[in-house]
């Protein structure tokens, strides 16, 4: 294997890149029109364009372009052709090595349906449901009714979240099913469902397997991946909390039993769900295969990091027919790590997604933290293809220090130019409750209220806030705090005016020698010693307690972090709001089309009720009136494809 293409972009390109490099293997990247700068394409040692409108879905093109640059390998990442049975099948008939497993094995796994009658011949426990191949409304009807609500229905050849519909009684069935089977066909090509008994606690927990062509399987032990988001995943760790030995092994040979029943060789994980309302007399919840991704997992790096083992490495070495580098008895646990999924959406509206250009992205480096990356200051985050910034990971020797070292970074972390869910993971991690090890796929859901944006401002972000704002970068060297830092040159005095909400704080700054000054306007606060710790790092000594914060100023505003919490204090008096639009004006969220029409001119709504239906990003978005009223005027119709803040609906 001389020279690998890979046929993926943004991080997980760049990712491959650096360890073919480490092992003396060149790279070539192909690209689309969107991608031509990014920081991937810049890195691959060749580049290709891919031109039409498939990009990196085209297979011959990515098999031309290995051709013509000399390319022996393919290592398809994940996403786009990763576990397309008939990409690897026409790279193998072009003589080219793919870096993943054998073609029969991708197809067994391929669908929902196959891979759980595979398991359920292998012995491996699969949840109770339908798999069948009848897919005509009366057939789904009657086998919803034999499963028993509430259940799931899954698109066969769903992921991510897509496809997937959960139905409480027989009256949503239809419409949920209908749903589930457009997005199927969107996103996949296929509107086949299967049903499944829907697990009313459940975790997610998933165990990174490896095989090679030699007989050889083992697993790399497990990850939770239960912090979801509409089915999709938020925050990982590794290993999974509060899971006894015997668990642990258990899902760890069922994994490597999955592995030799299909006859696998390369990557692969095998996704578990489990019951926490059914267990057994040793207290261990019941466990039932979910699926199996026939590649490398996004969430990767949090089993680099125990084991210390470099994945894509062990996909290279394998797919060159080597030998495993080690054996079970040779992998070992190391400590604790987290990833945090950096995206560009906006919280407060649902967590839709959100475009436009990155004009600030810095990254707080420290012990055990590592990002992974594929954008940088510039790039332009659209529509087109998966909204992530970034993977932001902490590894700790304890799941406590994994979890304070990723909620330090995620407070360092500056993203400017668009809204992203940056504020929402670090109170995440910092819950007391995910904390405690309490997790489930409904955490997020359960601990809303929790997970909000703060209502009240406390004292010491409006003095961290004052600080950044208020006072120059400083240009002298400080020993405060082990000399870390940058000291405060304070002009005699300064004040600062801020806004939360509609309440305005007048505070002033004054020196008074020493390297003490004085902060008036501030209820309890007196006299206090701050430091600069890199260009948004503050450090303040309140009485002898020692706070941490990151500043970032924008456009009237200034973000201040503190300990997993965030507040955007306005540095401007806030604008009046306009009562005369109010709720009634439904605008476009993101850029989309229409699939449905559900109110007319005329028509009374009440608050809640449904208005249209959105597909954007190939998954649906419901928009649901936030106000009662009547439906003044209807802007489209189905079918339409509509702009990001055109006007949808008005309601008087």
């Known amino acids: 294997m001389k020279k690998i293409l890979i046929a993926n972009r943004g991080e997980i390109a760049r990712r491959v890149i650096r360890t073919a490099h480490r092992m003396g293997i060149a790279t070539v990247a192909v690209h689309s029109a969107a991608d031509a700068d990014a920081?991937?394409?810049?890195?691959?040692?060749?580049?290709?364009?891919?031109?039409?409108e498939?990009?990196?879905?085209?297979?011959?093109?990515?098999?031309?372009?290995?051709?013509?640059?000399?390319?022996?390998?393919?290592?398809?990442?994940?996403?786009?052709?990763?576990?397309?049975?008939?990409?690897?099948?026409?790279?193998?008939?072009?003589?080219i090595i793919f870096i993943g497993p054998p073609e029969s094995a991708m197809r067994v796994m391929a669908l929902k349906d196959t891979a759980k009658a595979a398991m359920k011949k292998a012995g491996v426990p699969i949840t109770p449901g339908y798999q069948g191949t009848d897919q005509s409304l009366v057939r789904l009807q009657k086998a919803a009714e034999g499963v028993g609500y509430p259940l799931l229905i899954k698109a066969v050849a769903g992921?991510?979240?897509?496809?997937?519909?959960?139905?409480?009684?027989?009256?949503?069935?239809?419409?949920?099913?209908?749903?589930?089977?457009r997005e199927g066909e969107t996103a996949f090509g296929n509107p086949a469902v299967m049903l499944e008994k829907l697990i009313q606690r459940p975790r997610h927990v998933e165990v990174q397997l490896f095989a090679d062509n030699h007989g050889n399987a083992v697993h790399l032990f497990e990850r939770d991946c239960s912090l979801q988001r509409r089915h999709q995943k938020v925050i990982e760790e590794a290993p999974a909390p509060g899971?006894?030995?015997?668990?642990?092994?258990?899902?760890?040979?069922?994994?490597?039993?999955?592995?030799?029943?299909?006859?696998?060789?390369?990557?692969?994980?095998?996704?578990?769900?489990?019951?926490?309302?059914?267990?057994?007399?040793?207290?261990?919840?019941?466990?039932?295969?979910?699926?199996?991704?026939?590649?490398?997992?996004?969430?990767?790096?949090?089993?680099?990091?125990?084991?210390?083992?470099?994945?894509?490495?062990?996909?290279?070495?394998?797919?060159?027919?080597?030998?495993?580098?080690?054996?079970?008895?040779?992998?070992?646990?190391?400590?604790?790590?987290?990833?945090?999924?950096?995206?560009?959406?906006?919280?407060?509206?649902?967590?839709?997604?959100?475009?436009?250009?990155?004009?600030?992205?810095?990254?707080?480096?420290?012990?055990?933290?590592?990002?992974?990356?594929?954008?940088e200051t510039g790039s332009r985050i659209?529509?087109?293809?998966?909204?992530?910034?970034?993977?932001?990971?902490?590894?700790?020797?304890?799941?406590?220090e994994a979890i304070d070292r990723l909620v330090g970074a995620l407070d360092a972390t500056v993203v400017s130019g668009?809204?992203?869910?940056?504020?929402?993971?670090?109170?995440?991690?910092?819950?007391?409750?995910?904390?405690?090890?309490?997790?489930?796929?409904?955490?997020?859901?359960?601990?809303?209220?929790?997970?909000?944006?703060?209502?009240?401002?406390?004292?010491?972000?409006?003095?961290?806030?004052?600080?950044?704002?208020?006072?120059?970068?400083?240009?002298?060297?400080?020993?405060?705090?082990?000399?870390?830092?940058?000291?405060?040159?304070?002009?005699?005095?300064?004040?600062?005016?801020?806004?939360?909400?509609d309440e305005r704080h007048?505070?002033?700054?004054?020196?008074?020698?020493?390297?003490?000054?004085?902060?008036?306007?501030?209820?309890?606060?007196?006299e206090i010693t701050a430091v600069r710790s890199g260009p948004h790092g503050l450090c303040i000594d309140l009485a002898g307690t020692l706070l941490t914060a990151t500043v970032v100023p924008g456009d009237g505003?200034?973000?201040?972090?503190?300990?997993?919490?965030?507040?955007?204090?306005?540095?401007?008096?806030?604008?009046v709001k306009d009562a005369g639009g109010g709720d009634g004006r439904v605008i476009a969220p993101m850029p989309g089309r229409v699939l449905a029409v559900d109110v007319a001119p005329g028509q009374a709504v009440a608050e809640g009720d449904r208005l249209l239906v959105l597909e954007a990003m190939k998954m649906e978005h419901r928009l649901l009136a936030r106000t009662a009223g009547t439906v003044r005027c209807v802007h489209v119709a189905v079918g339409d494809q509509v702009a990001d803040g055109m006007m949808l609906v008005e309601i008087a």
């Open 39 to 52: 920081p991937f394409v810049r890195e691959a040692g060749q580049a290709v364009a891919l031109v039409g």
């Open 54 to 95: 498939r990009g990196y879905l085209d297979g011959e093109a990515i098999i031309a372009a290995a051709k013509r640059t000399g390319a022996d390998a393919v290592h398809p990442g994940y996403g786009f052709l990763s576990e397309n049975a008939d990409f690897a099948k026409a790279l193998k008939k072009a003589g």
């Open 159 to 181: 992921g991510g979240g897509k496809g997937m519909r959960a139905v409480h009684n027989a009256a949503e069935f239809q419409e949920a099913l209908m749903a589930a089977q």
């Open 243 to 375: 899971l006894s030995d015997q668990l642990r092994h258990t899902l760890g040979i069922a994994a490597v039993t999955a592995a030799h029943a299909i006859g696998y060789a390369g990557a692969g994980t095998v996704e578990f769900i489990l019951d926490l309302d059914t267990v057994d007399a040793d207290g261990d919840p019941a466990f039932y295969f979910m699926e199996m991704n026939t590649r490398l997992q996004v969430e990767h790096p949090v089993t680099e990091c125990i084991t210390g083992e470099d994945l894509v490495e062990w996909q290279i070495r394998v797919a060159r027919g080597e030998v495993l580098p080690k054996q079970q008895d040779e992998l070992t646990v190391t400590g604790w790590a987290m990833e945090a999924r950096l995206y560009a959406e906006d919280p407060d509206s649902g967590f839709l997604p959100a475009t436009g250009t990155i004009t600030v992205l810095e990254f707080g480096a420290g012990p055990g933290v590592r990002i992974d990356t594929g954008v």
């Open 382 to 400: 659209g529509l087109d293809y998966d909204p992530m910034i970034a993977k932001v990971i902490a590894h700790g020797a304890t799941r406590s």
């Open 418 to 501: 668009l809204k992203c869910n940056r504020a929402f993971l670090a109170r995440l991690a910092d819950t007391a409750a995910f904390r405690a090890g309490e997790v489930d796929t409904g955490f997020i859901p359960r601990h809303a209220a929790a997970l909000a944006a703060p209502t009240a401002c406390p004292v010491p972000a409006l003095l961290a806030a004052a600080l950044g704002v208020g006072l120059p970068h400083p240009a002298a060297h400080s020993s405060l705090f082990g000399g870390h830092a940058f000291r405060i040159n304070l002009a005699a005095q300064t004040h600062v005016r801020l806004w939360w909400g």
């Open 506 to 526: 007048a505070i002033t700054l004054r020196a008074v020698g020493g390297g003490r000054w004085r902060v008036g306007g501030l209820l309890g606060v007196g």
């Open 557 to 575: 505003t200034v973000d201040v972090r503190l300990a997993g919490q965030s507040w955007l204090i306005g540095t401007r008096p806030p604008r």
